[in-house]
């Protein structure tokens, strides 16, 4: 049986990724803008406030996700600031942040928040570990993507086609959780 959930992001390309990943799941998106506010605090706070009060509002189970980008050498900036810094400094700013900076580990995390109006919020996890570029390359993807370069990999999200994305990214790791565990508690 196909199940609906609907995914509260403004985020169109969240969406397609999601879309993507949730095929082989058997769960079916419903994409809504709604729009939640974003507390101050972890991704995990995020996603757990923001999935609360989206199926609150919704009157049905949503999912929302919160995600960034922590960078080891910037004490894991921009981290819960991803978006802010995204508008502000772009991805140009970081690399002159990381201008001359050797140690150039960084990871993705993904917190995916799920609620119905019944019951307490769950939030599922996913990160990829990778470096930073020293330049931005190709323009697959969204925002951070032309600046991860995945382990294992030469080649930079950006450079990537979003199914080879959506093998092993933060996003299909947070989500693949919620799809099993929705499984085995619906
Ligand atoms: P929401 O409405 O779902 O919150 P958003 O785009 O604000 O959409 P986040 O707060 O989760 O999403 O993301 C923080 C920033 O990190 C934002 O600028 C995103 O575009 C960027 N980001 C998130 N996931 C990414 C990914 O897989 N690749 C590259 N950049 C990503």
Not at 116 to 144: D, Q, W
Request: hydrophobic share 35%; net charge neutral.
């Amino acid at each position: 049986m196909v199940k609906i959930i609907k995914f509260i992001t403004s985020n169109q390309h969240k969406v397609k990724e999601a879309r993507g990943i949730f095929e082989k799941f058997g769960i079916q998106l419903e994409h809504e803008d709604l729009g939640y506010p974003e507390i101050q605090g972890t991704l995990e706070d995020v996603a757990r406030f923001g999935a609360q009060y989206a199926a609150s509002k919704i009157k049905g189970p949503v999912i929302v996700e919160d995600a960034g980008l922590f960078i080891k050498a910037l004490n894991w900036f921009p981290g819960t600031y991803s978006s802010y810094v995204q508008e502000t400094l772009t991805n140009k700013g970081i690399l002159k942040l990381m201008n001359d900076v050797e140690d150039r580990y960084a990871e993705f995390r993904s917190v995916v928040g799920y609620c119905t109006p019944k019951s307490e919020p769950e939030i599922f996890l996913g990160t990829v570990k990778g470096h930073l570029s020293y330049k931005e390359r190709g323009n697959h993807g969204f925002a951070y993507d032309p600046l991860f370069i995945p382990d294992g990999f030469n080649r930079t999200f950006g450079e990537i086609t979003r199914e080879e994305k959506n093998e092993f990214s933060h996003r299909r790791i947070s989500l693949e959780k919620f799809a099993s565990w929705l499984k085995f508690n619906e």
